[in-house]
Structures are given as C-alpha cells and as structure tokens.
C-alpha cells in the first residue's frame, strides 16, 4: 500500500505548480481532453480515432451506460490507504488498468506505438499492442522497458501469417494474446468514409505486417504475379492509360485532384514501408504491400473451428475481445479460453449495440464469479473505472484517452492520462472506503 495514495500525490504534482501559475498540459477533464486534442488532429486522423459506426448510437450507448450507475459513499470508515495492485491471467498489475490497442495511431504522431509503450512504462501500466500498429512489435516491446505487455491479434486469412504473428508475439516477450473477435470486416463508418480515409490503404497502421517475414513473402508473390501478368498484357494494359485511373479529361480539376491524391498516397506508402523512401518511391513493393494486408488481414469466415486451434499454436493465455452476448461467452470458457474482454470495440464497428458496460453485466452474471473477465468501450474516468470493476471487471482496458493524451504531449501525455485515471479511482477508492481492489463490490453502487 501507498501511503496517501495515488490520488494525493497525482493531486500535489498539479497544485503545487499551478501555485505558481502552471497548469496541466494535458487537461484532467475529460471533455477538455478531447477538445484540445481535436484541435491538435488533423481531419483523418480525428474521424479515425475519434469516429464511430453509423450515427454514433453505439459510442453514446456507452456513456450512458456509465451514467445509469451511482457510488454509494460510505463514511467514517477509517480507510487511509488503498491498494490497487491485482493480477490477471499471470500478469502483474499495479492497477486494473491497461491500455487498449488503437489501431494506426501513427496518424497522430510519428513512431506512436513507441511513445505509448514509454507512457505505459512510466506509469506502470501495460499495454495491449495493436496488430494495426505503426511500429513493429519487437521495437515497441523495448519501449516498454520491462512493463508487461499482451499482444492483440487480427485472424489473417493467411494461416502462416497468423502463426507468425504469435511467434514473434511470443518471442518479444507478450504475456497474454488478445483475439479481437469483432472485426472480421470493417463497420460502417461515416467520418472516415466521407473522407475517403482508410489509413491502411496509404500504408499507416500495416507495420506488424510489413515486419514480418511472411506477409513479406506474401507481397514479393503478388509482385511476381503482376510482374508476369503485365508481360502478358503488353502493350494493351499500357493502351488503357488514364481511363485505368477513371481521370476523365474534360475535368481537369478532378483530374488534378486524383494527380494530388495520387502522389500523397505514393509518398505515405513509401514513408512508412521499410527502407529508405527514395528506393521506395521507385518500388512497387510498398503498394503491392498495402494491396496484400486488404487482402488478408481479417478473415470474415472466422468461426468456433479456428479458435480451438490456439491450443496447439500457443502457450500464451488466450483472451477473446468484443464478446458480448452471454452465450458467446459460456461457449468461450467451456472452449478453454482464458479470459474475455466484453467490448464493442469503442462503438466503431456495430451501431446501436449492446453498450459494453451492460453486456459486462449480464455476462458476469452467466458466467460467475470465477472467470476472468476485463472490459472496454466508454471508460474514461476514474469513477468509471470504479463502476466496471463493482460491476464484475477484473479490469479495464483504457482507448482514446491515452490517444488523445499522445496527441497533447506525446509519451508524457499519455502517462499523464492514466495517471489522472488511477488517480481518480485510488481518491474514490478512498472516499468509499474501499482499502483494496476486492473491496469495489456491487453493494457500493445503485442504478
């Protein structure tokens, strides 16, 4: 146990400056938080992160979810010091915190997945590595400089590759891998969609990919495979010309834009492709790469059948993410999985879904006391927090606000953001009278 707590020490280091005029660089309220990191973001990298599916339905579900459930304050309890260490499935935990995968955070900042690692080390807190990330996963397992870290999976339609990624998942040093269940094809999303923005499609978020030895094997078969196509073709594919590009000449402004948008997908693919960008500009393989990963990245056909397969191609503990129905869930556990992560993936891929929180709920409730069972989607506080763990989270993984964090001041931002969170909670902990992580039960809460 701290003495004091989290919460008190959080609290001095942002009076203590702000006596003498200084105030947070990241801001401790959330609504602020997500103001001043939207005017930091561009339009691309704001609709992808911050964007929901259809009209968002699924994203205020969330919210409401939380709002629906009250902390019922205990007094003269005597708690003067709080204990949030736990562990889950093996992995040490100094709070019931992790934080979540985002996918191409690279969109916010350059190297992304490095800085969140080295914000999730300072504060302790592990991190879930995105399959979408910007930085390959052995680079970001240094970053984490020991802080434990689990490893999320995309389920390719190319087995290989998703033997590979457990690998080399597993030889970094990952603790846990976390399936992600929910995105076997992309939800509709209408911020990016009337961007035209998908930043896989201009190489970002596709780095576990371009690192690995057989998607790269992959990509230099499709090349061959063009390669002895365009011989084939000749002179009739060259005939196309424009046309193949729906560039209609008698718009020469649509055809100057296409030109434009032409070029900045050129120069993105090729920044972010392995190598030296000159050698890349004159390559086609960083667009053969992108091609490939759309290709294959998630597999819509995934079933029950695939899953049972894990056992004899890892050893790591396995966590399915985005179940959400109870009876998902009893089938999961009786398949042997490990644990759940109830989620509905930030309300990005189904609209007007189950809110996560009360899907954890009634899950929980199915599945007793005994499994172990995290949760994302809509925590943003704290008190928030505080409400999953009463309502049957063995933790809770944290999404945009460390994202938004990364956007305000990098690494130190998003440290700054879980700071904050587990501030809250260790104060909230203590104003409940809640000395330990066990002691956040459901009798502490009324709806």
């Known amino acids: 146990m701290t003495p004091g707590g989290r919460g008190r020490s959080r609290q001095n280091a942002i009076y203590r400056p702000g006596a003498l005029g200084t105030t947070p660089r990241v801001p401790t309220d959330n609504t602020e938080l997500e103001r001043r990191a939207r005017s930091v973001l561009d339009a691309r990298a704001w609709a992808y992160i911050a964007g929901g599916a259809g009209g968002g339905a699924t994203m205020r579900a969330n919210r409401e979810a939380f709002d629906r459930w009250h902390i019922i304050p205990r007094m003269l309890h005597g708690t003067t010091e ?10 040490d935990l100094t709070a019931p915190l992790l934080l979540a995968p985002v996918g191409a955070a690279g969109l916010v900042r350059p190297d992304a997945d490095l800085l969140i690692a080295q ?25 984490m400089g020991g802080t434990p870290f689990w490893f999320q999976l995309y389920w390719s ?3 290989d590759l998703v033997d590979s990624l457990i690998e080399r998942a597993t030889a970094a040093g990952a603790q846990a891998l976390v399936v992600t269940l929910d995105t076997t094809m992309l939800g509709w999303r209408p ?36 390669a002895a196509a365009a011989a084939e073709a000749g002179a009739q594919v060259a005939a196309k010309g424009a046309a193949g590009l729906g560039i209609n000449p008698r718009h020469p402004v649509g055809a100057a834009r296409a030109v434009r948008g032409g070029v900045g997908a050129l120069l993105s693919t090729s920044r972010e492709h392995p190598g030296d960008l000159r050698t890349n500009l004159r390559s086609p393989e960083p667009r053969a790469a992108v091609e490939t990963f759309l290709d294959i990245y998630s597999n819509p056909a995934l079933s029950w059948d ?38 509905n993936h930030g309300g990005r891929q189904v609209d007007r879904s189950v809110a996560a929180l009360d899907a954890l709920v009634s899950i929980r409730e199915a599945v007793g006391p005994e499994p172990t069972v995290l949760m994302d989607s809509g925590v943003r506080s ?6 999953a763990l009463a309502l049957g ?4 993984l944290l999404g945009r606000p460390h994202v938004y964090g990364l956007a305000l001041d990098g690494a130190a931002g998003v440290s700054a953001v879980i700071d904050n969170v587990l501030a809250e909670l260790d104060l909230t902990m203590g104003l409940v009278g809640a000395a330990s992580i066990q002691e956040i039960t459901r009798d502490l809460l009324v709806e």
């Open 191 to 226: 911020q990016d969609l009337d961007l035209g923005s998908l930043p896989f499609a201009r190489g970002q978020g596709i780095a576990q990919y371009t690192s690995d030895p057989r998607f790269m094997t992959l990509v230099r078969e499709r090349l061959a495979s063009a």
């Open 393 to 396: 989270a063995d933790a809770a």
């Open 82 to 91: 709080r204990d949030l260490k736990t562990q889950v499935l093996g992995t």
């Open 119 to 143: 914000g999730a080390h300072s504060s302790g807190i592990p991190y879930v590595f995105s399959c979408q990330g910007s930085s390959p996963m052995e680079e970001t397992a240094q970053s």
């Open 306 to 343: 695939h899953l049972v397969t894990l056992r004899d191609r890892t050893s790591l503990p396995v966590i399915l993410k985005g179940v959400l129905h109870p009876d998902d869930a009893r089938r999961a556990l009786d398949a042997g999985v490990d644990g759940l992560v109830v989620s």
């Open 382 to 387: 704290g008190a928030d927090l505080f409400v």
């Open 157 to 159: 339609s190319d087995e």
